[in-house]
């Protein structure tokens, strides 16, 4: 008896045991070069997935794995798509619409007295944002990383987010039936999406989809990293929204989420954020987003050639990763005149003006039959590639009055993440925002030889016996 | 403790006024509004009856969002509640796996009296006791009367 009484006691503390969740709840953007380092050390599919995440999703922004990350991070993002919108009158349809599904938080017995409150405060931020777009004084994302990073508020909206999604499922449960044990659709709600303390699942994701995030007119996709074979992570599209007519909406705001088994976090593409990609009327062919290196590889076959004197290397393409971008030049230029001819290839130099001209290329290149889009890309096919130069480099464009991004590729890289930065190529080699050993042996060391920045380390006699530098290098 | 927890405790502390479960007082100070204090009469249909029992009510900073804590500071020979100084009760909705915000304390104060007139000895605190309670009816009921005459009137 006594011992089945310590087990009973075991067992409980084992089932009170919390891990501490430490971080803030939603945190900081950043790059997302970082989920590759922390994946430097994994293993193989790991690695893989995540050493290609950076180039289609620039910045990632943590959540607190606190067993609410999924709902905060669909609530935050949801905020944040609309004031990546920028439109302040949304957020005052977005309350009236909002209101209008209290019927349903009603019908599922939801004591009005009680989600009032959690209403109110998502209300509130709605209000307090659509203010901050009105005043233009550009705190609104700041604001709303603040009020989500409040315990009280943020669990306040999520709470409110989960009754509607309860309430949704509830409402519609001929469609969810099938996808709950026993078909129980009231205790499966009661114990997976309203209790207070439960990980989002994929019901209550469907839920929250189809209740708030498609008739906000966003898109909503979730990113899978997990062991499954590929190269790249498996995205599930949620919400694709479309118009009052059926037809999907061009370049809707998206909320992107990366899940890794038990956790979600908030995936952006570079695009999500750069000034050049909002204010500019995006034409939906323009080749914006290949310059931005997202997709592009599937219009591409590289085709084989003897004269890639890198492939030759031993170890050059240790992670098979050095084929998936090829030395295409791509160039962004505001004219819709195609340019298909041999390009300058310019330092990466997101400058309106190129700087230099270096004729190069290793590969030859062939596009597949749909060439629909092909005009907006230079591809050289040059037979033989030896007869380079064969064309002067072009003159610095004249004609461009924006400040374009252009990338261009020369090399046998994959585009780095601190391209898509400002001040990138600004002449000097760029300081290095960490040093950790995994960091210092991979290609992102501009000291390693794969580095498109290759920078030898230098002796420099005033190092020599410094020995402050340490704590340098995290200050950056 | 947020402004809307307090709120909500104002508004429900309002509510069991206006709607106090039969054989219940509730002490409410407001200065500290997180602490309630309540009385309660074993229920008739009980072997607790003629017994009077404290309990508090501990309402979490994160209330609604975690549960709030009973306990009984009476003693009472009863498999769902700790058989110590703290005298616990968790189960059910209190728990905090079950929680949910939108539960109020009413709820709470009529599962206690419920578990009052039917013990849940399947999810017990006590494992002696609901293996008495299940087994040996009687000699449960004796030992409960004799604790409420020891500790409860």
């Known amino acids: 008896m006594a011992f089945d009484e310590e087990l009973a006691q075991l067992q409980k503390l084992s089932g009170e045991y919390e891990p501490e969740a430490t971080g803030p709840l939603v945190g900081e953007r950043q790059s997302s070069a970082a989920i590759t380092t922390e994946y430097a050390n994994a293993d193989p599919i790991y690695r893989i997935k995540t050493a290609a995440l950076p180039a289609k999703y620039a910045y990632f922004r943590t959540c607190r794995g606190d067993g609410h990350c999924g709902w905060r991070a669909i609530a935050f993002t949801y905020f944040e798509a609309l004031v990546r919108v920028g439109n302040a009158t949304k957020f005052t349809e977005e309350e009236a619409r909002l209101s209008s599904m209290h019927n349903l938080l009603d019908s599922a017995g939801f004591p009005h007295d009680v989600y009032i409150d959690w209403a109110e405060e998502a209300f509130d931020l709605l209000r307090e944002l659509a203010q901050s777009l009105r005043n233009e004084d550009g705190r609104a994302a700041d604001l709303l990383l603040h009020k989500f990073n409040d315990l009280g508020t943020s669990l306040s909206i999520m709470t409110y987010f989960k009754l509607l999604a309860s309430a949704w499922v509830q409402s519609n449960s001929e469609n969810f039936k099938h996808f709950v044990p026993m078909g129980d659709v009231k205790t499966y709600c009661s114990l997976n999406i309203e209790a207070a303390n439960c990980e989002i699942d994929n019901v209550a994701i469907v839920a929250l989809s189809e209740a708030i995030i498609t008739p906000a007119g966003i898109g909503f996709e979730i990113m899978y990293l997990d062991r499954s074979p590929g190269e790249e992570v498996n995205v599930t599209p949620f919400s694709q929204p479309t118009d009052h007519t059926g037809m999907p909406l061009p370049n809707p705001p998206v909320i992107r989420l990366l899940y890794r088994p038990g956790h979600y976090d908030i995936l952006y593409k570079a695009g999500d954020f750069s000034p050049t990609v909002q204010h500019q009327p995006v034409q939906p062919q323009t080749p914006l987003h290949v310059a931005l290196a997202a997709g592009y590889h599937d219009s591409f076959i590289p085709v084989d050639s003897n004269v890639d004197v890198m492939t030759m290397i031993p170890g050059m393409y240790s992670t098979g990763l050095g084929q998936r971008w090829p030395p295409v030049s791509y160039d962004f230029d505001p004219s819709p005149t195609p340019q298909a001819q041999m390009t300058p290839v310019q330092p990466y130099a997101p400058t309106p003006t190129p700087i230099t001209s270096v004729p190069s290329t290793h590969q030859e290149y062939m596009s597949p039959v749909h060439a629909s889009h092909m005009a907006h890309h230079n591809i050289q096919l040059e037979q033989p590639p030896v007869t380079l130069p064969i064309h002067p480099p072009r003159p610095p464009p004249l004609s461009i009055e924006r400040s374009p991004l252009t990338i261009e590729r020369g090399g046998p890289f994959r585009p780095s993440i601190y391209e898509l930065e400002p001040g990138f190529a600004s002449g000097q080699v760029h300081s290095l925002p960490f040093q950790t050993a995994i960091f210092r042996n991979s290609h992102y060391n501009t000291a390693h030889f794969l580095n498109p920045d290759f920078q030898p380390e230098e002796w420099s006699p005033d190092t020599e016996y410094s020995t402050a530098n340490k704590g340098k290098y995290k200050s950056t | ?153």
Not at chain 2, 47 to 65: D, S, T
Not at chain 2, 120 to 145: L, T
Request: a neutral charge.
């Open chain 2, 1 to 153: 403790m947020s402004a809307g927890a307090k709120k909500r405790i104002m508004r429900e502390y309002g509510e069991c006024m206006a709607d106090t479960p039969p054989g219940m007082k509730i002490n409410f100070d407001e200065r500290n509004m997180t602490k309630w204090e309540v009385l309660l009469d074993g229920p008739d249909q009980s072997p607790y009856a003629g017994g009077h029992f404290k309990l508090e009510i501990n309402f979490p900073n994160e209330y609604p969002f975690k549960p709030p804590v009973v306990s009984f500071k009476t003693k009472i020979y009863h498999p769902n509640v700790s058989n110590d100084d703290k005298g616990s009760m968790c189960l059910g909705l209190l728990r905090a796996d079950e929680w949910k915000p939108p539960n109020k304390v009413v709820a709470v104060l009529r599962l206690i009296q419920t578990l009052m007139i039917e013990p849940n000895p399947d999810d017990a605190i006590e494992p002696s006791i609901a293996n008495e309670y299940k087994e040996n009816r009687k000699e449960f009921e004796k030992n409960v009367k004799d604790w409420v005459k020891r500790y409860a009137k």
